[in-house]
């Protein structure tokens, strides 16, 4: 849907030349020193498909905002490209003339601010309906599409208020409205969220992930919020000194951090709606998991030093059961198990089965229900492997799977909790 091409954005009154300063190897830090020339983008390149929700993330400076800027070019970029795929065939952004990319602003890409950017005469009808006036659209239709918007955004009914008479998360849905109402494939989101309370702001989260599910479409999320980011991404760009410096998915920015500055970001990310049972899951056998017993068909496996329960599958790694002192107990559905009521007393004889993408907070919940562990499986029902506490806690605070074999078991403590 769109494609950036190695992006340069040079602030100053030389950037051609700073341009081969870079090239020869000298730092941001060191061309500003020499030359007074900012280096706000640098050699950047991504892509983003249809429907995806990329998320660009860095501390202040970093160059995030402006490389948005450059991608509809509030800001013209000094070099490299910008790709757009459109239903009339592919359009190099950074090629267009004024009209033909006031064209693509109108019917492709939308922009929401972080400021809201709303007009203070117009009600909330009209300022939603702005963009549709910008395209042409007779004063009826606008209207009423602007109403579809408003209820869609959750402002049904306040049509006719002002942007002063509105709360600051009523103002950022009526942001939002607009670059919506437009029905542009593309939306440019520069931090929307940022100005707003706590509270206010997961709410508007929850709003953009229920809105996206129904109208799929691309979006580049400008944010510092390393939680919102993971919460809302379908991939995630850090930025450092103007450069992407790893790029992603949540998960794979969370368990492999490529440099200290990317490592320093997610150390105190909460990485339970993040991390999947597959990523910390041991597989059978393993470091802390050892065959006990086998008849040709069946093999089972226990956790080393306790071998009361055991998973047992046939030779085709297909789960068979779960037992518990011999005997077996109930296997039921993690998602199932998550609609039903949380029991005063956790069971010893029942188990969840969960699927490799179920989340560190998933199967968390799954523990409210059972001290047995969790068993992930493939759609074929073949076992990738166990989530038990060990698994968990090693996964919520070093955000891997253990490796190493188990200490004695601490005082107090279950068996079956163990397992």
Known sequence: MIQVERLFKIFGERPQEILGLLEEGKGKDEIHEETGHVVGVQDVSFGLE?????????????????LLRCVNRLIEPTAGRVVLQTDDGEVDVTSLDSSRLRAV??????????????????????????????QGMATDDRRRAAGEILDL????????SYPDELSGGMQQRVGLGRALATQAP???????????????????QDELLRIQEEL?????????????????????????????VQKGTPE????????????????????????????????????????????????SYA???????????GNDRRLVRVESAGKPVQLRDLDEVLSTKVPEIRSQVMAVRCRPDASLREVLE???????????????DRLVGVVGERELVQGILEKRAPSSPPEEQDAGESVGSRA
């Open 252 to 299: 794979e920015i969370i368990v492999n951090p490529k440099t200290k500055y990317v490592a320093d970001f997610v150390e105190h990310a909460d990485s339970t709606g993040v991390i999947t049972a597959a990523t910390v899951a041991q597989a059978l056998p393993g470091p802390r998991f050892e065959r006990v017993a086998s008849d040709g068909k069946e093999t």
């Open 366 to 380: 799954g523990r409210t229900y059972t001290n047995m562990p969790a068993l992930v499986v493939d759609s074929d």
């Open 105 to 134: 602003r109108k019917r492709n890409m939308s922009m929401v601010f972080q400021r809201f950017g709303l007009f203070p005469h117009r009600d909330v009808l009209d300022n939603v309906a702005y963009g549709l006036e910008v």
């Open 153 to 160: 955004v959750g402002l049904g009914g306040w049509g006719t």
């Open 50 to 66: 249809r429907g995806e929700v990329f998320v660009i993330m860095g501390l202040s400076g970093s160059g995030k905002s402006t």
């Open 186 to 204: 593309v939306l440019l989101m520069d931090e929307p969220f940022s100005a707003l309370d706590p509270l206010i702001k997961v709410d508007m």
């Open 216 to 244: 799929h479409r691309t979006m580049l999320f400008i944010t510092h919020d390393l939680d919102e980011a993971l919460r809302i991404g379908s991939h995630i760009a850090i930025m450092e000194s103007g450069r992407i």
């Open 303 to 313: 956790r080393r030093g306790f071998p009361t329960v055991r998973v047992v599958v």
